[in-house]
C-alpha cells in the first residue's frame, strides 16, 4: 500500500515536497514513477528512475524538480521547486515494489492535489 502526501497550495516559484511510502515488512522499491494529471485529464510523466540509478525528468520539470529516495524509510520523494501554474496536477506515484510474499508488484498512490497559485 502506498501513502502519498506533501501537496497543497503554494504561490509560483514556491516549493513542495511530495513523498511516496511503501507500507510492509521487508519492502524493497526496484522502479519509481511519478506522474501527474491535470484537470483536462492530460497525464504528463514527470520523473523515472529505473532503480540502477538513472533518473530521467519531463523537460517541462527538468532542473525545477528532483526525485530522491530513502531506502531504509522506504520512501520516495519530489522535491518540487520553482512552482509554475503549470504544474498545478494531482500527482501521483507509481512503484514496483518487492516483497517476499507477493514478489514484484507495480502500485500506485491515491495523488496528491499540487495547486500553484497566486
Known amino acids: 500500500q502506498l501513502q502519498a502526501s506533501g501537496g497543497g497550495l503554494v504561490q509560483p516559484g514556491g516549493s513542495l515536497r511530495l513523498s511516496c511510502a511503501a507500507s510492509g515488512r521487508n519492502v524493497r522499491i526496484n522502479t519509481v514513477h511519478w506522474y501527474r494529471q491535470t484537470q483536462d485529464k492530460q497525464r504528463e510523466l514527470v520523473a523515472a528512475n529505473s532503480g540502477i540509478g538513472r533518473i530521467s525528468y519531463a523537460d517541462s520539470v527538468l532542473g525545477r524538480f528532483t526525485m530522491s529516495r530513502d531506502n531504509a524509510q522506504n520512501t520516495v520523494y519530489l522535491q518540487m521547486n520553482s512552482l509554475k501554474s503549470e504544474d498545478t496536477a494531482r500527482y501521483f506515484c507509481?512503484?514496483?515494489?518487492?516483497?517476499?510474499?507477493?514478489?514484484?508488484?507495480?502500485?500506485w498512490g491515491l495523488g496528491t492535489l499540487v495547486t500553484v497559485s497566486s
Open positions: 507509481n512503484l514496483n515494489v518487492w516483497t517476499p510474499s507477493t514478489g514484484s508488484r507495480d502500485y
